[in-house]
């Protein structure tokens, strides 16, 4: 059996958000390529795909820590 690796915390998705490209210190709001760019991160990592309806939940690293928290303790 192999064990899912917790669900990301800020500093990992963050991380994840600049290997997008350069993201101004304390930016909160995650925009539409940082949205897709997340997903394919966590869908990469996790082998999880994410539902429409929690996408459409993020729109800021808060939001997006809160909702992978949820989605990928359930896959569990």
Known sequence: MTLMPPPPGRAEIIDWLAGLGERPPGAERIDSMELAWL???????????????????IATVDDAVAVLAEVLTSHV
């Open 39 to 57: 997903v394919h991160q966590v869908e990469q990592r996790y082998g999880v795909e994410l539902p429409d309806d929690q996408l459409e939940r």
